[in-house]
């Protein structure tokens, strides 16, 4: 049992054993071939005194002048010069009826509110409706109440101080009522 004799010494990997081994590098199967002409060696002379006989600037101007005309400018729009220059847009016209219309019948709310009289019926109300309509607004008044009881004390923000306001607004029109109908005879106007 064990390992066998001569094996018994310590058993340390060394570096990089257990990485898979590359063939080693050899020549190119099939070398590239040059796609660029050689550099030229150092002792080579360059070829001086190539000249051309051509005429740049004529040639140019010959160019220019047989080419075809590119981008033609466009004139800048007239806008005086479109059909509808000058008139009302038809959302103005539109709006303006709108707005119009709006206030025919503000101000005919206007009239019937400053002249019910012509229209009205009055008459008075019974003391049971009386009675029940001021049961019914102490009811409203007590939950309206409980509601108003459970908001706190501290308003830190704008909507706890405005829902606060609104139920001391609503508890005060609800207490005017009650004694505007226990103060006695209460005559109503209905329109017709």
Avoid: C
Avoid at 23 to 51: C, F, H, I
Avoid at 171 to 179: P, S, T
């Amino acid at each position: 049992m064990g390992r066998p004799d001569g094996a018994n010494g310590p058993m340390f990997l060394h570096a990089h054993e257990k990485e898979p081994k590359l063939p080693s590098p050899g020549p190119p199967s099939n070398p590239k071939t040059k796609v660029r002409p050689p550099v030229p060696a150092k002792d080579e002379k360059p070829t001086m005194g190539l000249t051309s006989n051509k005429n740049f600037i004529t040639a140019n101007a010959v160019d220019v002048i047989l080419a075809k005309p590119g981008k033609v400018p466009q004139p800048e729009f007239q806008w005086t010069q479109k059909p509808d220059y000058g008139k009302v847009p038809m959302y103005l016209k539109r709006n303006k009826d709108r707005v119009a219309k709006e206030k025919e019948q503000f101000t005919q709310y206007l009239r019937m509110r400053e002249a019910p009289e012509a229209n009205a019926h009055v008459s008075q109300l019974s003391p049971e409706d009386r009675a029940q309509l001021i049961r019914h607004l102490k009811a409203k008044w007590g939950s309206v109440n409980t509601a108003y009881q459970g908001v706190s004390l501290s308003v830190d923000s704008a909507v706890k101080k405005a829902r606060k306001e609104a139920m001391e607004r609503e508890l005060a029109e609800i207490e005017r009522d009650i004694r505007t109908l226990e103060r006695g005879e209460v005559v109503l106007v209905v329109d017709d």
